[in-house]
C-alpha cells in the first residue's frame, strides 16, 4: 500500500501548487435530473468591524478555480476544532460558524482564536485581533444562519436571497473590515492569487505551522520506511488530521500494534519529509476521488501493479473506478456496459478494497478484499450484465417486470442478504462479498440460510432490525399477503440470478444434493406438445436446471399457489394456507405433511382438476430421489420458487 500511495503522490505533484494537498473540492453538480443547467455561485459574508454589522456581499461564479482562490481547507471530521474561513456551504456551514463563535453560548471565543494560542507569538498578529474583534458580532451574524429552531442552514442564510431551482451557492467564505487594523475595504481573510497566498497577518503564519511544521534533521542519514532510501531528514510519521490513510500506523495505542516495543513507534514509522507529503498526497486522492461503497461500508480502491509495470498507477483508476461503481452501486439498465468503456486494459494488476471508518479522529480499517485480479474484475462485472441482458430477453421469467430500470449486479444482491445494524460493520453481505472477489468457495447452504432470513423479514415484517431490507409497501396499498408475494417473487429470481453467476465461476461449494448448474451452450431440444403455459415451466426448468428433487417442490409450490388463489378470491385476504409453510425451513416430514394439507384443501375448495397434475408431477419426481438429502432451507426456497413462478 506504501508504494501505491507513494507513486500516487508523485504523480498527484504535476501542476500542484504548496497549498493544493489541504484544500478539498467539493462535489458540484453542473445539471439536474431534468438536464437543465445549474449555475452555482461564492458568498461573502462580510464582518464589518468598524460599525459591528454582518451583511451578506454580492455572489462570484463558482469556478474550478475557486476552492484554491478561496482557500477550503479540507474539513476534519469528529472533535476536530474549527479552523475554517470558507466551506462548503450545503454540508459546513456549522464548521464556519464554531471557526468564529465557538461550539455554543458559553463558548468565550471562536475556535481558530482558540487554537492560535497553541502557537508562539500567533497570539499578537492582526489575525488574533481580528477575531477578537469579530466574536462580539455574534448577536448579530446568528439571525442570518440560524432557523427557529436555532438550526444553522444555509437556506435561512440565503433567505431575502432569490435563487432559482437552477441555482446554487457552493462555497460561502469571510471577508473582515476594520479601519484601525489598516484594512479600509471588505478584504477576504485569506486567497490565493497565482499560487501565492494573501491573508491577514498571521494567517499564512498559522496554516504553515499546523499543515506543514518543520522538522529538524535528525542528523545522520536514517532509513525512511516508505520508500526503502537513505535521508537525513527521518523522523516520526506526523499525520496533522486523522481522516487519513496513514492514520492507520498508530503510535500511542499499544494494542494496535502488539508486536512493537512500547517505546519504539518513532523508529517504526519513520519517514522523510518528502515521502510523507506524498503519502498525504496518494491519500488525498484516494480518499477525494476513488471511494465506491461495498455492503454498505466505504471501501477504496487500491491498484497493485507488478514490479516490472511502470504505467503511472493514475491510469488505472478512473476506469477501475467507473467499473467498480457498474458492479456495487445502484445502476439504471440504461447505464453504459462494459462493451462501451475504453478498450479493456491489458495491462496486469491486481485490486485491494480497504473498508475503512473514520469520524476524522481516527482512521480504522474494518475489511480488506486482497488480491483480486482486474482481469477477474471485468469478467465479473460482464457476467452479471450479460445475465441480465439475456435474462431480460427470456420468456420464462418475469425478469424485465420484476426488475424494471434497474440492473442486476452486487448492490441487489446487497439487498438479498438480510444485515442486521447492530452488525452492519461486519456482515454477511460483505463476507459474501469477499468470497465472490478472492474467489474463494461459498457455502451453498450460506446462501440458502440468507434466503430464510430474507424471507422470515418480509413475512413476518422485521424491516426495522435490518439496514438493508425495506418495505416494498409502507403504504399499505397491497394486502400483507400480495406484498409478501411480490417481496418473495423478487427475492427468488434474483437468488437464482446469483447461483447462476456463482456457478458461471466455479465458486458453489458442493453439497449432497447436486448443484444448480447453468445448461449446456448447445440449444436444448424444443419443447412440444404442450400448453403455453407448461412449455413455459418447462423452458424454465431447462434455464436453471432444476434436478427431480426441485421440480418436485416446483409444482408443490405451485399447488400451493393454487390454493392460496382460490383463498384469496373467496375473501381470506391473508391466504391462511400460507400458514403451513415452515419459513425456518421444510425438511421431508414437514414437506409430506404439506402435500397431504394441500389435497384436503383440493376437496375443500374443489379444485380437483387444477390440483390433481400438480400433485401428480410432484408425486413423480418426488419418488425419483431415493435419499432425500435436501437441507430445509434449500426445500423452503424451491417451494416458494414454484409458488412465485407466476406471479405478476
Known amino acids: 500500500m506504501l508504494q501505491t500511495l507513494l507513486k500516487l503522490g508523485q504523480q498527484g505533484e504535476r501542476n500542484l501548487g504548496e497549498w493544493d494537498d489541504l484544500l478539498r473540492i467539493p462535489t458540484v453538480e453542473t445539471e439536474n435530473k431534468k438536464g437543465d443547467s445549474i449555475t452555482s455561485y461564492c458568498l461573502p459574508v462580510c464582518f464589518d468591524l468598524d460599525a459591528g454589522e454582518v451583511s451578506l456581499g454580492d455572489f462570484s461564479e463558482y469556478e474550478p478555480d475557486s476552492v484554491r482562490h478561496w482557500f477550503n481547507l479540507a474539513v476534519a471530521g469528529g472533535n476536530n476544532p474549527s479552523i475554517y474561513v470558507c466551506v462548503d456551504g450545503r454540508k459546513n456551514l456549522v464548521q464556519f460558524t464554531k471557526t468564529f463563535f465557538g461550539k455554543n453560548a458559553s463558548a468565550d471565543k471562536g475556535e481558530l482564536l482558540a487554537e492560535l494560542a497553541k502557537y508562539p507569538g500567533l497570539q499578537d498578529t492582526d489575525l488574533a485581533e481580528v477575531l477578537r474583534q469579530l466574536f462580539h458580532l455574534r448577536e448579530a451574524y446568528l439571525p442570518l444562519v440560524a432557523n427557529e429552531k436555532g438550526e444553522i442552514t444555509l437556506r435561512q442564510l440565503l433567505e431575502g436571497r432569490k435563487l432559482t431551482a437552477t441555482q446554487q451557492v457552493v462555497l460561502v467564505y469571510a471577508q473582515v473590515k476594520a479601519t484601525a487594523l489598516g484594512i479600509l475595504d471588505f478584504t477576504p481573510i485569506v486567497q490565493l492569487v497565482d499560487g501565492e497566498m494573501r491573508a491577514i497577518a498571521g494567517y499564512t503564519e498559522f496554516v504553515r505551522a499546523r499543515f506543514k511544521p518543520l522538522r529538524a534533521a535528525g542528523g545522520a542519514a536514517r532509513l525512511c520506511h516508505a520508500t526503502g532510501q537513505y535521508h537525513d531528514d527521518v523522523s516520526q510519521l506526523a499525520i496533522p488530521r486523522g481522516y487519513s490513510l496513514n492514520s492507520m500506523f498508530v503510535k500511542t495505542t499499544l494494542h494496535y500494534a502488539p508486536l512493537f516495543a512500547k517505546n519504539d513507534f518513532a523508529q517504526n514509522y519513520q519517514v522523510s519529509d518528502a515521502a510523507q507529503v506524498l503519502l498525504e498526497r496518494g491519500s488525498k486522492m484516494l480518499l477525494d476521488g476513488y471511494k465506491v461503497r461495498i455492503a454498505g461500508i466505504d471501501h477504496l480502491l487500491l491498484p497493485k501493479l507488478l514490479s516490472t509495470d511502470h504505467t503511472p498507477v493514475e491510469s488505472k483508476l478512473p476506469r477501475l473506478n467507473r467499473k467498480a461503481d457498474m458492479l456495487f452501486q445502484f445502476q439504471k439498465k440504461l447505464t453504459a456496459t462494459i462493451d462501451q468503456l475504453e478498450e479493456e486494459d491489458p495491462d496486469v494488476y491486481w485490486i485491494t478494497f480497504l473498508g475503512f471508518e473514520s469520524d476524522g479522529n481516527f482512521f480504522k480499517t474494518i475489511n480488506l478484499i486482497e488480491d483480486v485480479s482486474q482481469t477477474y474484475f471485468s469478467q465479473l462485472l460482464a457476467a452479471f450484465q450479460q445475465l441480465d441482458s439475456e435474462w431480460r430477453q427470456a420468456p420464462e421469467l418475469p425478469w424485465e417486470h420484476l426488475m424494471g430500470p434497474l440492473r442486476f449486479n452486487l448492490f441487489t444482491v446487497y439487498s438479498l442478504v438480510p444485515v442486521r445494524k447492530d452488525k452492519e460493520k461486519r456482515n454477511a453481505a460483505l463476507l459474501l462479498f469477499k468470497q465472490i472477489l478472492e474467489r474463494r468457495p461459498i457455502a451453498r447452504r450460506a446462501l440458502f440460510e440468507h434466503f430464510r432470513d430474507l424471507v422470515l423479514c418480509h413475512r413476518y415484517r422485521r424491516y426495522a432490525a435490518y439496514g438493508n431490507i425495506y418495505d416494498n409497501n409502507p403504504n399499505d396499498k397491497l394486502t400483507a399477503a400480495q406484498a409478501f408475494d411480490f417481496a418473495v417473487r423478487n427475492s427468488v429470481y434474483q437468488y437464482l440470478a446469483l447461483f447462476s453467476i456463482l456457478t458461471q465461476f466455479h465458486l458453489l461449494a458442493d453439497m449432497d ?73 421444510m425438511d421431508k416430514q414437514a414437506i409430506v405433511r404439506l402435500r397431504n394439507d394441500l389435497a384436503d384443501k383440493s376437496r375443500q375448495f374443489n379444485l380437483h382438476r387444477f390440483l390433481e397434475p400438480l400433485l401428480a408431477n410432484f408425486h413423480r419426481y418426488f419418488e425419483e430421489v431415493n435419499d432425500w438429502k435436501m437441507v430445509p432451507e434449500e426445500a423452503l426456497f424451491f417451494i416458494l420458487s414454484g409458488y412465485t413462478f407466476a406471479t405478476k
Open 513 to 585: 444434493e447436486p448443484q444448480i448448474t447453468l445448461p449446456e451452450t448447445e440449444d436444448a431440444e424444443p419443447v412440444k406438445d404442450l400448453s403455453e403455459y407448461q412449455q413455459k415451466v418447462e423452458g424454465f426448468f431447462q434455464l436453471t436446471n432444476y434436478t427431480p428433487a426441485q421440480k418436485a417442490l416446483f409444482y408443490l409450490g405451485r399447488a400451493l399457489n393454487t390454493v392460496a388463489y382460490e383463498q384469496f378470491r373467496k375473501g381470506y385476504e391473508s391466504k391462511p394456507v400460507l400458514n403451513k409453510l415452515n419459513y425456518s425451513g
